[in-house]
């Protein structure tokens, strides 16, 4: 059975309205409570279920400047690390600034033993980012893998994505988790619609995975940015590097560029693989959060690289384009002899090259 959610637990709590003990509770516990209800309410109605007014109405009286501090404390507790998981991920200060544009969710599920919550989320640029937990009856590993990753649809249409998942363990059955979407068509829009179904959550090693049904719903909007046109190439005897425009977020910084080769370097590698090495007039050196690529084969690519947020005081970057042409050294065969895949690992010996091009320099003021 489903455990309560918000509204059953308030329910069953009993107030004498006449005695009670305030308490002091930050603007960000306050915006955390209201979203969960709101988020509650939404998800009510679309799912069928039947709202409780009764206790909605109670749980809105106390948000005021103070709260009931029992009733608020008990509920606080029955949620799974109250806070932002960004800061756990956070090691090399890639997200400092991602919970304070945040939409705080608190959107539960469980099955079979297991809870998800989303906890939160974030638009900014073409990428939407979102953090959730994990809280099992049994034990999960060291770093477990969902099956699905989030849907993205812009105006009810769903939109091609790269995606990126990362979970690890926290305490005993207790783990956080962020997935990383990129719209890799670029299109452009100011919400997305959220859906993510998740069947199983698959455990480390050869455990039998666990099913359910997991399904959150929600709506994003997109952080306000603005866009530096860029229009620049950098060309070598071998490649040629487009940069198209960069995009400054309050959280972020994502420059989009993309590559073409000539037929020689198809003839010889397997792969091209271009990153950036940024650096802005006051000696900063930024570090790159995500990097995303797609195109039709492994040569003529675009790129979308997001990097920390960007110095207020900077007026231009420096950018230098960094060119890694490689081969596989895994390739898969169907039955009649015809290539399926092809890889490198990480710790691959098979031959590679690496060089810089030019720098060029871009205002941003």
């Not at 279920?49 to 106390?62: C, D, E, G, Q, V």
């Not at 420096?318 to 596989?328: A, E, F, G, R, W």
């Amino acid at each position: 059975m489903k455990d309560k959610g918000i509204y059953d637990l308030l329910n069953d709590i009993e107030i004498d309205v006449t005695e009670y003990e305030d308490s002091n509770v930050s603007e960000l516990e306050k915006r955390k409570v209201k979203m969960r209800l709101r988020k509650e309410v939404k998800a009510k109605k679309k799912r069928g279920w039947r709202n409780k007014l009764a206790a909605a109405s109670i749980a809105f009286a106390l948000l005021s400047s103070t709260m009931v501090g029992v009733s608020y404390t008990s509920y606080a507790d029955d949620i799974p690390f109250l806070g932002s998981i960004f800061k756990h991920f956070n090691n090399q200060g890639l997200y400092d600034h991602h919970e304070e544009n945040s939409t705080v969710l608190e959107l539960e599920e469980k099955y079979n033993g297991l809870i998800m919550t989303v906890n939160e989320a974030v638009f900014a640029g073409d990428t939407v980012f979102i953090t959730f937990t994990l809280e099992s009856e049994h034990d999960l590993g060291e770093s477990p893998t969902l099956n699905t990753i989030p849907d993205l649809s812009i105006n009810n249409e769903k939109v091609a994505l790269n995606g990126d998942e990362k979970i690890t363990r926290v305490e005993d059955n207790k783990y956080v988790g962020m997935v990383t979407l990129n719209n890799s068509l670029r299109i452009k829009t100011n919400e997305v619609h959220v859906e993510w179904d998740v069947g199983n959550v698959q455990p480390d090693g050869n455990k039998e995975a666990i099913n359910g049904d997991w399904y959150f719903e929600f709506d994003l909007e997109r952080i306000d940015s603005g866009k530096v046109v860029i229009d620049k190439q950098n060309v070598s005897d071998d490649v040629r590097v487009n940069l198209k425009d960069m995009e400054l977020t309050p959280i972020s910084f994502v420059i989009n560029y993309s590559n073409e080769v000539t037929d020689e370097v198809r003839s010889n590698w397997d792969f091209t693989f271009i990153e950036l090495e940024v650096q802005d007039d006051l000696g900063n050196e930024y570090k790159n959060m995500q990097l995303f690529g797609n195109g039709l084969d492994f040569y003529d690519r675009n790129w979308t690289a997001t990097f920390e947020r960007i110095d207020s005081e900077a007026k231009s970057l420096t950018i230098t384009p960094i060119v890694q042409l490689s081969d596989n050294d895994e390739v898969q065969y169907d039955n009649e002899g015809n290539i399926i895949s092809e890889s490198r690992s990480k710790n691959s010996k098979s031959e590679e090259e690496k060089y810089k091009l030019d720098s060029i320099e871009v205002n941003i003021q």
